[in-house]
C-alpha cells in the first residue's frame, strides 16, 4: 500500500504533538511492510535527508508566516500528490485538511483520510478571521474525506453530535525510553526528583502562565523544598509576545528553567527524573506531552478540561480547576511534599498508558480504517476480494 501524510511539518519530530504523532504511525507504517511518504518543510526537517527510518521524504517550499506556512505547503503537497499513484492520502489537523477537497475532486480513485486532531480555533494565537476560516476547515475535515479519525473520545462526541456521521476513534499513543543518565541535568542545574515538567508550545491556551504564578506563589510561601524547580520544555508558535509575557513573570527566582525546544535524550532525561508533571491546557485534543508524561509513571497535575480528563480517567491522574493558579497551587503544594503517593498514582498512569495508548495498536488500526476505505471504493465497482498488505 502506498500512503501519503500531508499537513505536519515534518519528521522526525522535533516539537508538535501532530509532527510526533506523524513519525511514530508512518514509520511503523513502514516497518510493516508499507510504502509511505512524508511532506516536510525544509525549515522543519534537515533538507539533505530523504528517508527517515523507512518513511521516504517530500521536500516542498512553503511562505512561512504565521498564517500561510501550513496551508501553503499543504496545497503545494497536494498539487504534488495529485500526480502520483498512492492508494490513500491521509491528511492531518483540520487546517490542512481543508484541501483535502482536491483529490477528492480530481482523484477519486485515491482514497483520502483525515485526522481531527484538536480544534484549532480555540487557540489564542489566532484572530478573528483565521479563527473563522479554521471553523469551515473543520467541516471540510468531518464531511469531505472517506474516513475521518478523531484521537479523544471527546472529540469523538463533538464530532458526531456536530455532523451526524460516524468516525472512526484512534487515540493519541505514548512511548518514552527511560533515560538512566541523570547527567544530562547537569546542564540546566537540576537534580533527580526535584523538579517540576511541563512540556509545551508557548502559547497562550497551554496555560503556562497559571503554572508560573502557582509556583511563585509557593516559592513566596516556603511550600517548595529548597532548590526545588520548574522546568518548562517548549517554544513560542509564531506567539514570541507570549513567551516573553512569561520570562517576566519569572524574573526574581533561579528556580524556573526554561529549556527552548528539546528532542532526544535531553527530552527523556528530563520525564525519566521528574518529580511530577503539569498540563495546565485550556483546550487541547489528547496532549501526547500527557501521555508521555503516564508512559513515563509520573503524577500528571492537570486542568479539568474533558480531553485531560479522559486521559487521567481511573485514578491515574490529579486535577484542578482549569485556569485556577490558586486550585494548581492547591495541588502542587499536596503532592510536591508527598512523593510516596505522588509516585503511587505515576504507577498507575504507567500502566494505563501502555494498556490503552501503544503505538503499536494504534498504526495497527489506522491500517485497518485504510484498508476498510479501499475496501468500499473496490466493493463499489467489483465483487470483493480482501485487499492484502505486503
Not at 509557593?218 to 517548595?224: C, D, I, Y
Not at 528553567?257 to 511530577?276: I, P, Q, R, Y
Not at 494548581?328 to 490503552?356: F, H, M, Q, S
Amino acid at each position: 500500500m502506498k500512503i501519503a501524510f500531508i499537513g505536519q511539518k515534518g519528521i522526525p519530530a522535533l516539537s508538535g504533538g501532530v509532527e510526533k504523532h506523524v513519525e511514530k504511525l508512518a514509520t511503523r507504517l513502514a516497518a510493516s511492510g508499507q510504502e509511505v511518504f512524508v511532506y516536510v518543510r525544509s525549515h522543519y526537517t534537515d533538507p539533505s535527508l530523504t528517508e527517515y527510518a523507512g518513511v521516504k521524504l517530500i521536500h516542498l517550499p512553503t511562505l512561512r508566516t504565521k498564517h500561510l506556512d501550513a496551508i501553503s505547503h499543504t496545497f503545494f503537497a497536494t498539487m504534488h500528490a495529485l500526480f502520483q499513484n498512492y492508494d490513500v492520502v491521509h491528511y492531518h489537523s483540520i487546517g490542512p485538511s481543508v484541501l483535502s477537497i482536491l483529490p477528492r475532486v480530481f482523484r477519486p480513485g485515491m482514497q483520502v483520510v483525515a485526522t481531527f486532531h484538536t480544534r484549532d480555533y480555540f487557540h489564542k494565537k489566532w484572530g478573528w478571521f483565521a479563527r473563522m476560516c479554521l471553523r469551515i476547515a473543520e467541516y471540510f475535515t468531518c464531511v469531505v474525506p472517506e474516513k475521518t479519525i478523531v484521537i479523544s473520545g471527546t472529540l469523538l462526541q463533538y464530532a458526531k453530535k456536530t455532523y451526524k456521521k460516524n468516525f472512526t476513534f484512534i487515540p493519541n499513543g505514548a512511548e518514552v525510553e527511560y533515560e538512566p543518565d541523570t547527567q544530562l541535568l547537569n546542564q540546566w542545574g537540576i537534580r533527580p526528583k526535584r523538579y517540576i515538567l511541563s512540556v509545551s508550545r508557548l502559547v497562550e491556551h497551554k496555560g503556562i502562565h497559571y503554572l508560573i504564578k502557582a509556583f511563585r506563589e509557593l516559592e513566596r510561601q516556603n511550600k517548595v523544598p529548597n532548590n526545588f524547580k520548574l522546568v518548562i520544555v517548549g517554544t513560542h508558535a509564531y506567539t514570541e509576545e507570549y513567551e516573553r509575557y512569561l520570562k517576566v513573570l519569572s524574573e526574581g527566582t533561579h528556580n524556573i528553567v526554561f529549556t527552548g525546544e528539546l528532542h532526544g535524550k535531553d527530552l527523556a532525561a528530563l520525564f525519566s527524573h521528574a518529580s511530577l508533571f503539569v498540563q495546565p491546557s485550556e483546550e487541547e485534543g489528547l496532549s501526547l506531552a500527557l501521555l508521555e508524561a503516564m508512559a513515563s509513571g509520573l503524577l500528571s497535575i492537570v486542568s479539568d478540561i474533558s480531553a485531560n480528563l479522559e486521559a487521567i480517567q481511573s485514578g491515574s491522574g490529579v486535577s484542578f480547576e482549569s485556569k485556577n493558579a490558586e486550585s494548581l497551587k492547591k495541588e502542587l503544594a499536596y503532592y510536591i511534599n508527598r512523593p510516596e503517593e505522588a509516585a503511587a498514582i505515576g504507577a498507575i498512569a504507567k500502566e494505563r498508558a501502555e494498556r490503552e495508548y501503544s503505538w503499536d495498536a494504534i498504526a495497527r488500526q489506522t491500517l485497518e480504517a485504510y484498508e476498510e476505505v479501499l475496501h468500499q471504493h473496490s466493493s463499489a465497482k467489483e465483487p470483493y476480494a480482501p485487499y492484502r498488505t505486503k
